[in-house]
């Protein structure tokens, strides 16, 4: 499945990028300055919608959505560089980059937590940090329905969790979380945040 999905991937995503997923990644990416990361790619589908972007990096684990994203990033409005890594081990200095950029990854990541902790680290002080991820929903008979599904989703949909709670996981990160949209009942969060880690002053 995992060589599979990458081949299947945009097809199966066409009809919801068409009806609501396009206008909400145009609007996130609007705010996406700078130096950017891009964690999980995947096929490339941000890359055209970039404008503000000085440089993006753009992470992504599977060779196969590597290579399906060739001819996006070629298209691309803004120099894009992408590196064949995972989140939980980003290969950046520390205090690299302005903006990150997350959008329908993190529901696949192994370690949250520590993908979280990485981002925190290679991001600037006060950097914006911005998801768009489907989470856990707050209706009790939604949320077990999610529960009762994923271990046949994950397997479907190579590794996705239909039940992380990845809003919590944001907040306990210690990231300061700015604004909060949601859609489709809760089902999918666009998540503004910022990087409060402390500036580091040179000693005297």
């Given at each position: 499945?995992?060589?599979?999905?990458?081949?299947?991937?945009?097809?199966?995503?066409?009809?919801?990028?068409?009806?609501?997923?396009?206008?909400?990644?145009?609007?996130?990416?609007?705010?996406?300055?700078?130096?950017?990361?891009?964690?999980?790619?995947?096929?490339?589908?941000?890359?055209?919608?970039?404008?503000?972007?000085?440089?993006?990096?753009?992470?992504?684990?599977?060779?196969?959505?590597?290579?399906?994203?060739?001819?996006?990033?070629?298209?691309?409005?803004?120099?894009?560089?992408?590196?064949?890594?995972?989140?939980?081990?980003?290969?950046?200095?520390?205090?690299?980059?302005?903006?990150?950029?997350?959008?329908?990854?993190?529901?696949?990541?192994?370690?949250?937590?520590?993908?979280?902790?990485?981002?925190?680290?290679?991001?600037?002080?006060?950097?914006?940090?911005?998801?768009?991820?489907?989470?856990?929903?707050?209706?009790?008979?939604?949320?077990?329905?999610?529960?009762?599904?994923?271990?046949?989703?994950?397997?479907?949909?190579?590794?996705?969790?239909?039940?992380?709670?990845?809003?919590?996981?944001?907040?306990?990160?210690?990231?300061?979380?700015?604004?909060?949209t949601s859609y489709y009942k809760g089902l999918f969060l666009v998540v503004e945040s910022q990087n409060k880690k402390a500036i580091d002053?040179?000693?005297?």
């Amino acid at each position: 499945m995992r060589n599979f999905f990458p081949s299947i991937y945009d097809l199966a995503m066409q009809p919801l990028e068409k009806r609501k997923f396009q206008q909400i990644r145009k609007e996130i990416l609007s705010h996406a300055t700078g130096r950017i990361l891009e964690i999980g790619a995947g096929t490339g589908i941000n890359f055209p919608l970039y404008k503000n972007a000085e440089h993006v990096d753009a992470i992504e684990p599977n060779p196969g959505m590597i290579e399906q994203s060739y001819t996006r990033k070629a298209a691309a409005a803004v120099p894009i560089q992408v590196h064949q890594q995972s989140a939980e081990g980003l290969n950046f200095p520390d205090d690299t980059f302005d903006t990150v950029v997350a959008t329908l990854v993190f529901c696949t990541i192994p370690d949250p937590e520590k993908a979280l902790q990485e981002i925190k680290r290679v991001s600037k002080p006060h950097a914006k940090i911005l998801f768009f991820e489907h989470v856990k929903m707050n209706h009790p008979i939604l949320a077990f329905a999610q529960e009762a599904l994923n271990p046949l989703w994950k397997r479907v949909c190579d590794g996705c969790h239909l039940n992380r709670d990845t809003l919590h996981t944001i907040q306990e990160s210690g990231l300061q979380v700015t604004n909060l949209t949601s859609y489709y009942k809760g089902l999918f969060l666009v998540v503004e945040s910022q990087n409060k880690k402390a500036i580091d002053l040179p000693s005297r």
